[in-house]
């Protein structure tokens, strides 16, 4: 007879591609939980740095996997692949987790049977000493972000206490929900290995969207709630997937795709609210930064087509022309 920790087992694949400046520190974290993490294990992508060496040397004692380069997807995969715990988490390589995330998982899995996947809030931050490069990048995602004065000071800056209860669901995220935006980071989702499979897994040929698609996919399978407990720490930096890789514009166009495409909603419905909820925050996000970077007929096109009343498109569109001035004169 199992117990309920063999029933909520959940295994954390990390990819890892040229992360040795990082790997060290999201182990540590994974190390340092409340609630040991059953099984952890590193996909290492074709790295041409010793981050595998590191992580092999690690207390932790990850499982390590190596490949030739594929992706940040496929590697994801490949750990999905080898893992035997039934739930799966994925931390990438220069993210963090607070100290109780694990045991607070565990404990909602527990107390929540039929739950299938889940999301949780996430944290950003960055090292101060980043700060003017990306500024002059033009990144606005650290302008939300906790300012970390120095890695040795991190934990002490954004940890927080575990809240004393079950973690809370806030809303049922369904596939309208994701029409309008993705709701998390990739990092913050948690999903039965089984289901996981069954909806197809990472999408390795979509680069930076490998993610939205996923949970789109597994939307349509199970409602995943999401829980506000910011107990991921997202790092943003200068050599991060957000700063290197222009993803706004196929994130946003998969959003499009999807609407009108005629798969998932009556032709005809694509601004139905019914159908599909309006702009969510991760849009808006990405639609500001397309007209941050002078490109606001692309971001004045896409919103067109994602609002889903005029009223939303004309306040929209006023802000994204707003940003789009500001950063011409700045």
Not at 116 to 131: I, N, Q, V, W
């Amino acid at each position: 007879m199992t117990n309920a920790s063999e029933q909520t087992g959940i295994a954390v694949v990390v990819p890892l591609h040229n992360g040795a400046a990082f790997i060290e520190r999201t182990l540590d974290s994974l190390q340092a939980q409340t609630h040991a993490v059953p099984e952890v294990i590193v996909v290492d992508d074709g790295s041409t740095d010793d981050g595998a060496a590191r992580a092999r040397r690690h207390p932790l004692g990850p499982r390590i996997i190596e490949q030739q380069n594929a992706g940040v997807a496929a590697a994801r995969n490949r750990g999905a692949l080898a893992a035997s715990q039934p739930f799966l988490a994925f931390l990438d390589q220069d993210d963090l987790w607070l100290p109780w995330r694990h045991e607070r998982l565990a404990a909602f899995l527990a107390s929540k049977p039929d739950c299938r996947a889940l999301a949780t809030t996430e944290r950003g931050f960055f090292y101060d000493s980043d700060r003017s490069e990306l500024e002059a990048a033009g990144d606005h995602l650290h302008e939300g972000a906790v300012a970390v004065q120095s890695e040795t000071t991190w934990q002490e800056q954004l940890a927080a206490p575990a809240p004393g209860t079950v973690p809370a669901v806030t809303r049922l995220v369904g596939t309208a929900d994701l029409l309008a935006a993705t709701i998390a980071v990739s990092t913050s989702y948690v999903f039965e290995r089984e289901l996981f499979f069954v909806s197809g897994g990472f999408v390795s040929l979509a680069r930076s969207i490998d993610d939205y698609l996923t949970l789109l996919n597994i939307s349509r399978l199970t409602s995943i709630p999401q829980l506000d407990e910011p107990s991921v720490l997202y790092r943003i930096h200068p050599s991060s997937t957000a700063m290197t890789t222009d993803w706004a514009t196929p994130l946003l166009a998969s959003h499009v795709l999807v609407r009108f495409g005629g798969n998932l909603i009556p032709p005809g419905h694509a601004r139905d609210i019914e159908h599909v909820g309006p702009l969510g925050l991760f849009a808006r996000h990405w639609l500001l930064e397309l007209a941050r970077s002078h490109r606001l007929l692309d971001a004045l096109a896409l919103a067109r087509l994602l609002c889903t009343s005029r009223r939303e498109w004309v306040g929209v569109s006023w802000a994204l022309t707003k940003a789009a001035v500001h950063a011409r004169l700045g």
